[in-house]
């Protein structure tokens, strides 16, 4: 699984183009190359809850999702 955080914004899913697509739905905008990201993988079976809280933090529950991908 993916999780992948944006400006005001994140998706999470299978893959991480399903990410940016629920991204694209919330927002509007397409999630392009360079524009600021973070993009975690983390597995269901070690980690139960995954999600960007209001605040803007990383949360889980299990193992830590592992950041693959940072974009500034």
């Given at each position: 699984?993916?999780?992948?955080?944006?400006?005001?914004?994140?998706?999470?899913?299978?893959?991480?183009?399903?990410?940016?697509?629920?991204?694209k739905k919330?927002?509007?905008?397409?999630?392009t190359k360079?524009?600021?990201?973070?993009?975690?993988?983390?597995?269901?079976?070690?980690?139960?809850?995954?999600?960007?809280?209001?605040?803007?933090?990383?949360?889980?529950?299990?193992?830590?999702?592992?950041?693959i991908e940072?974009?500034?």
């Open positions: 699984m993916f999780l992948i955080m944006v400006n005001n914004y994140w998706g999470k899913g299978e893959t991480q183009e399903d990410c940016k697509k629920q991204i919330e927002s509007g905008r397409a999630v360079k524009m600021p990201k973070i993009v975690w993988t983390f597995d269901l079976a070690n980690t139960s809850q995954c999600y960007i809280s209001e605040m803007g933090s990383l949360c889980w529950e299990g193992v830590k999702p592992v950041e940072r974009v500034s």
